[in-house]
T-cell receptor
Framework: GAGVSQSPRYKVAKRGQDVALRCDPI?????LFWYQQALGQGPEFLTY????????KSGLPSDRFFAERPEGSVSTLKIQRTQQEDSAVYLC?????????????FGPGTRLTVL | GDSVTQMEGPVTLSEEAFLTINCTYT??????LFWYVQYPGEGLQLLLK?????DKGSNKGFEATYRKETTSFHLEKGSVQVSDSAVYFC???????????FGTGTRLKVLA
């Protein structure tokens, strides 16, 4: 079956531009997560949705980062006025339910480069 | 706070060699432990997991045992193949949360 998909796979932005990154979770998955993976590092948690509700946004690094999941399926991570330090791979993951030990299934990521 | 420490890479082995990638953790409570693998150009894939002490996770010839007394979850494989070349991430999920805490990853290169 289809896994988690993300688009675009690569994005180059000029400093100051706004970007929008899309995540299509596995169909029927209740929980959706965004992570940021800097070069040579492990992924770091950004935010968590349960259906359409954003229950945790504690990992978003600044108010330039905004995520939404309006219909409880597709999610978009938006970064306003991009800075060079935003360059990273942005990973989306989904899990079947809201259980804390549920396995999270990851997408291939979007590599964002800010020039 | 909770954390995961992995051995630094790259680890370079010849085909059919024995693999160990060390992982230790610090956590409150009783976390679940995971190994994820990232092949070039692909997303993270769950390799194996263990949810309580003394559990052994295994998949594709890889094994890891949850050792509470040494707070470790070392990844092992008896005979690596070139196709095992990837980056391996150890991660924990603290009981009652949904945020993975990842290590920095260990790159494995297997030479034919």
């Amino acid at each position: 079956g289809a896994g988690v998909s993300q688009s675009p796979r690569y994005k180059v932005a000029k400093r100051g531009q706004d970007v929008a990154l899309r995540c299509d979770p596995i169909s029927g998955h209740v929980s959706l997560f965004w992570y940021q993976q800097a070069l040579g590092q492990g992924p770091e948690f950004l935010t968590y949705f349960q259906n359409e509700a954003q229950l945790d946004k504690s990992g978003l690094p600044s108010d330039r980062f905004f995520a939404e999941r309006p219909e409880g399926s597709v999610s978009t991570l938006k970064i306003q006025r991009t800075q060079q330090e935003d360059s990273a791979v942005y990973l989306c993951a989904s899990s079947l339910s809201s259980g804390q030990t549920d396995t999270q299934y990851f997408g291939p990521g979007t590599r964002l480069t800010v020039l | 706070g909770d954390s995961v420490t992995q051995m630094e890479g790259p680890v370079t082995l010849s085909e059919e060699a024995f693999l160990t990638i060390n992982c230790t953790y610090t956590a409150t409570g009783y976390p679940s432990l995971f190994w994820y693998v990232q092949y070039p150009g692909e997303g993270l894939q769950l390799l194996l997991k263990a949810t309580k002490a003394d559990d052994k996770g295994s998949n594709k010839g890889f094994e890891a045992t949850y050792r509470k007394e040494t707070t470790s979850f070392h990844l092992e494989k008896g005979s690596v193949q070139v196709s095992d070349s990837a980056v391996y991430f150890c991660a924990l999920l603290t009981s009652g949360t949904y945020k993975y805490i990842f290590g920095t990853g260990t790159r494995l290169k297997v030479l034919a």
